[in-house]
């Protein structure tokens, strides 16, 4: 039992926890045999694995299975699958795509190398997720596409982004790397747009071994401009020689698909093990004032890929680098998740301060947007009040009570820190 004001590690007391969180170990025995019998019939055979093969094509088909149908594609990256999807979707230039405005860089970039201009959408209110009003607000005739994210895990209230989207004939792209398998309305996210992403590079929930991205849609139109927009522009059809488009090589391979096909079987497991840690985890900081795990929507069941813990910081009276300080002094490996690509240097240079001629296509007429800093006040502020926990599969409960043990000897030291300044100023 935690003491009710133990003193800090970070001010030299006890630290909760001493012993280094468990790594994930991602892969395991099981990915092993795959690849170690994938090779032994290559090797058999003399049919060298490379792109599009049996392995890969079963991979896609258990992807799009997984999502109710479909087609899925395996390409090179989560960056990869973003600039495909877009790129396919053939938007007119010059335009503009509405992008979240917080998002991994990798979800923006492929805007401003499609030639296309990207216009940040705020978060919703207390979320890390994009809203349809702040997406309204972004809209303009030169709006070509609409890309969400659902970031760490989180679904994004879909319904409203459509009933938008639908108003003004635009085409959505649900970026789901962070969010493998989490729900809206008992359906998968990635299943409303038009079109899904998806990075499965290792640290995300089931992987294709490193790096790795799916594409999915249900229409098999955009499905196969997809295709022909990731391999080099070549035309479709089984003897298809001729490029008929300039596009890059994004290709997936067979190797990452065995492995990603093993992956995919655990998937349920992964979720499972990530709503049980989270539903823990929140029974454990219940009845905390000013520490806790946001609510999430009744229609919505998150992935999980981080879970926020929500502070009120001015109640505790310390900064956010003072409370991430105390919190892995106490032995908890946290952090602030909250990308803002905006915010970085590369768009800075190359999107903001971009002339029309610095534009790689569509420059001349390109639209203009008004100069100076964008803002995205939602998003600083959420960012500013959470810390993330990497949850994963191998926290047992012991985890789960240190992680809550650290979180309320926090508090509860600030508290009393934060009244007894009251009391001698009184
Ligand atoms: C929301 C989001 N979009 C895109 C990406 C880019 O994926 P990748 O790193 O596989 O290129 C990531 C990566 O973490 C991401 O979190």
């Known amino acids: 039992m935690t003491p009710r004001t133990a003193r800090l590690a970070v001010d030299g007391g006890e630290p909760v926890r001493t012993r280094p969180f468990p790594p994930r170990r991602v ?70 795509v509405v992008v979240p405005a917080v998002t991994d860089a990798g979800g923006v970039m492929p805007v401003p190398l499609l030639g296309l201009v990207p216009v940040v959408a705020d978060t ?70 038009d079109v899904a992403v998806y990075s499965t590079m290792t640290n995300k929930h089931h992987s294709t071994g490193g790096q790795g991205g799916v594409v999915h849609t249900r229409d098999p139109a955009l499905y196969e401009r997809i295709r022909r927009f990731s391999d080099r522009g070549k035309a479709a059809g089984a ?63 998150p992935a999980y890929w981080f879970v926020r813990i929500r502070l009120d910081l001015a109640r505790l009276g310390v900064s956010m680098t003072e409370y991430l300080r105390a919190l892995r002094a106490e032995g908890i490996p946290c952090g602030v998740w909250a990308d803002i690509p905006a915010a970085e240097p590369w768009y800075e240079r190359q999107v903001r301060a971009a002339e029309p001629g610095a534009w790689p296509l569509g420059a001349a007429d390109r639209p203009r947007r008004p100069a100076g800093r964008a803002s995205w006040p939602n998003a600083e502020a959420a960012a500013g009040r959470h810390v993330t926990l990497f949850v994963h599969e191998r926290w047992t ?22 009244a007894s300044s009251k009391g001698a100023r009184r």
């Open 27 to 96: 892969f395991g025995p099981e990915e092993r045999a795959a690849v170690d019998a994938f090779f032994a019939r290559t090797i058999e055979t003399g049919d060298d694995f490379r792109y599009g093969g049996d392995e890969q094509r079963a991979y896609e088909a258990e992807f799009a299975r997984y999502h109710g149908g479909g087609h899925a594609l395996l390409v090179s990256s989560g960056t990869a699958a973003l600039y495909v999807a877009l790129g396919a979707l053939e938007p007119r230039r010059p335009g503009e």
């Open 124 to 193: 919703a209110p207390g979320s890390f997720n994009v809203g349809a009003p702040q997406i309204e607000r972004c809209l303009s005739e030169w709006t070509r596409a609409i890309v969400v994210a659902h970031i760490g895990g989180e679904p994004v209230a879909m319904e409203p982004v459509l009933a938008l989207a639908r108003r003004h004939g635009l085409p959505v792209v649900e970026d789901c790397s962070q969010a493998h398998g989490a729900e809206y309305r008992g359906r998968p996210v990635g299943t409303f747009g």
């Open 239 to 301: 003897d298809a020689v001729r490029n008929v488009q300039a596009a890059l090589n994004f290709n997936g391979n067979d190797l990452a698909a065995v492995i990603g096909r093993v992956q995919l079987a655990k998937l349920p497991g992964v979720l499972a093990a990530r709503r049980d840690l989270v539903t823990r985890l929140r029974a454990g900081l219940h009845g905390l004032e000013a520490t806790g795990v946001p609510r999430v929507a009744a229609d919505c069941s």
């Open 397 to 418: 409960s012991r985890e789960i009570d240190d992680a809550c043990a650290a979180l309320t000897k926090l508090e509860r030291a600030y508290l009393a820190r934060t």
